[in-house]
């Protein structure tokens, strides 16, 4: 996952440990990667991380889970702010789950 601050994003990691915690920034980490290859690919932004979401569940995140995903994937990603933005315009405050 390429973050616009490491040193920020690891703090944030660093004080955020335990099962749940971890969990929540594998899959994030898994989505953003998998975005980022659907990125470099042409896709824009909001449907590649909407096309990243359940491929990168490994494990049966939870509906919390995923939110908090998305909420580090837009704090600290590269192309979160983008991200965000994309979800402002369509008026979408988080994503659909199949679960």
């Known amino acids: ?7 920020r994003y690891n703090a944030y990691k660093n004080n955020n440990r335990g099962l749940y915690c971890d969990c929540v920034f594998r899959y994030s980490e898994r989505v953003a990667e998998a975005a980022e290859i659907k990125l470099d690919m042409g ?27 998305i909420n580090v994937i837009i704090k600290y990603w590269q192309y979160g702010i983008d991200l965000q933005e994309e979800m402002d315009k369509r008026g979408i405050f988080r994503f659909k789950s199949n679960r």
């Open 1 to 7: 996952m390429k973050v616009r601050n490491p040193n």
């Open 43 to 69: 896709w824009k932004v909001f449907a590649a991380v909407e096309g990243s979401l359940n491929g990168a569940d490994k494990v049966g995140v939870t509906k919390a889970m995923r939110e908090q995903a």
